[in-house]
């Protein structure tokens, strides 16, 4: 053999060597960064996601699971994605509004008479446009991820909407969600989900309004003893990425993760329901909440004073939206 083929064959062999070598020392990093505990819906999915992809792509790609804000806040995740410091988040729905207007309708108060509904909504043409709303600020909605309906967290009892007349209420970020508690006279403050806890135990606030999960996860109820069974909104998420970082996964690698994005959506969409039921009776066990349940003519005092809300967006999130929706409460 010349030395000249001899110097090209090692250097091919060092070449694949190398390729080789590459391939193990790099994968690609998904970081998932989200702001609920791992015994949350959300936790479990991301959880769940992880160990589907290391089952499907090994040491192809790596996820890191940071949880309870550890990584980012929801204010500064999605800055962060499109900066590609991470990859996978799925903030609540009432998280986008700096990106979106459309995404608003899934905060009207008493527009989804139960979890049903919104799985219906999501699934329709108008769910499925949705998903493609935040194209043009360079994010890509991979799907909808379930938490369950809100309900109000107080110092005291609230059972008709006086009750919350001049009492303070930590919000997302939401225009809809602080002109909800304006129609009740109340103040909205809108802080991270990160805060709220020690603004609920050091009586800045008064009260708050989330999923059973994440009051039992976040333990509010033992600083908050009153909790209203209201049902009067929403918290779901869009699991989001930045469009040039999902669309730059390899050919060979991208529908694998895609598909664990798929199964790992209908677990945590299968336990939601479960995670809250679980939550509420936890709460309940603990004697350290009392649960209101209201009477019929209380609630329905509690969807006139919220409901005027609607119309104020009308405009901004589209009638054609908002109808969509409210047609999904029929079956
Ligand atoms: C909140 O900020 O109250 C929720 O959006 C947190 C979450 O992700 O469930």
Redo the contacts with the bound molecule.
Sequence with gaps: MSMLKFASLTSLAAGIMMAAGAAVADPITIKFS???AEN?P?GQMAIKFQELVEEKLGDQVDVEVYPNSQLYG?DQVLEAMLLGDVQLA???L??FQKYTDQLQVFDLPFLFEDMAAVERFQNSATGVQLLTSLQDKGLIGLGYLH?GLKQLSASEPLRVPEDAAGKKF?I?TSDVLAAQFKAIDAVPLKK??SE?FILLQTQAIDG????Y??IYSQKFFEVQPYITESNHGL?D?MVVSSASFWNGLPEDVRPKVEAALKQALAYGNSIALKENQEAKQAIIDSGKSEIITLTPEQRQQWVEAMKPVWDQFADEIGQDVIDAAVASNEG
Excluded: G, L
């Design positions: 989200h702001v609920v949350t959300k929801d799925a903030p609540s009432s998280k938490n930590r997302q991270p989900f709220v708050q309004e989330n999923t999960s994440n918290i998420y």
